[in-house]
């Protein structure tokens, strides 16, 4: 059975990834602009939310139903990775649509109490025993 820290980790990455979809729609003149800029079409734009998409399934997969440790520290790397973009992007950040700002500071947040949650003492020792767990 899993720990209720890893539960509740996969619950919210699976309402990070609707957010991060309805941000994307709601933010997407800004954002194919922006890559437009920069000479690249729409189809990058759309790969490129593919494969982030691909990349949050898998390691929600890995995490929170294999147990994988080494599937943990990727995911608290790019979630860190991901904050100190944030962090440097904020300018661009406040000139996304209101609606599209809210939702990446919502994304933000959750994104710190999920890597608080794989931290916690339940989710370690789900991290930490041998062998695979069973998928409940």
Not at 26 to 38: E, H, I, M, V
Not at 65 to 71: K, L
Not at 118 to 130: C, E, N
């Amino acid at each position: 059975m899993r720990p209720a820290s890893i539960v509740t980790f996969e619950r919210l990455l699976l309402l990070m990834i609707v957010l991060g979809l309805v941000g994307a729609v709601l933010s997407w003149d800004t954002t194919a602009a922006a890559y437009a800029a920069q000479g690249l079409s729409e189809g990058v734009l759309i790969a490129a939310y593919a494969v982030a998409l691909a990349v949050s399934l898998l390691l929600l997969w890995l995490i929170a139903r294999r147990g994988s440790n080494v599937a943990r520290w990727v995911y608290v790397v790019l979630c860190l990775a991901g904050l100190a973009v944030s962090l440097t992007t904020v300018g661009a950040l406040l000139r996304q649509p209101l609606p599209a700002l809210l939702m990446q500071a919502a994304q933000l947040l959750l994104t710190i109490f999920s890597v608080v949650l794989l931290f916690r003492a339940d989710a370690s020792a789900w991290f930490s025993r041998s062998g695979s767990a069973p998928a409940d």
